[in-house]
Nanobody
């Protein structure tokens, strides 16, 4: 199993980023997928889940600003992040079952 995130970077407050998580080694379409993030000095926190039926859940901190989606043909999970805030600064991880990606850094300057 492999999960590879990309798309992080340095942006200003109010701007957008789109993260990708390319997966391999399992049947992507039959499992739910999640995004987490870990800010400096804080514990890793769950931010969103997409289930196989297309339903989604979001943490209150990102609801209305972030959108999770998946492309089953490309075995890829996406995270569209809009209206970014400085408190969104963190390393973002995708997760399948017990497996984590390596993370991608998002830094939002105010």
């Amino acid at each position: 199993v492999q999960l590879v995130e990309s798309g992080g970077g340095l942006v200003q407050s109010g701007e957008s980023l789109r993260l990708s998580c390319v997966t391999s080694g399992f049947t992507f379409s039959v499992y739910y997928m999640r995004w987490f993030r870990q800010a400096p000095g804080k514990e890793r926190e769950w931010i969103t889940t997409m289930y196989t039926d297309g339903s989604t859940r979001y943490a209150d901190s990102v609801k209305g600003r972030f959108t999770i989606s998946r492309d089953n043909d490309k075995n890829t999970m996406l995270l569209q992040m809009n209206s970014l805030k400085s408190e969104d600064t963190a390393v973002y991880y995708c997760k399948y079952s017990i497996y984590w990606g390596q993370g991608t850094q998002v830094t939002v300057s105010s």
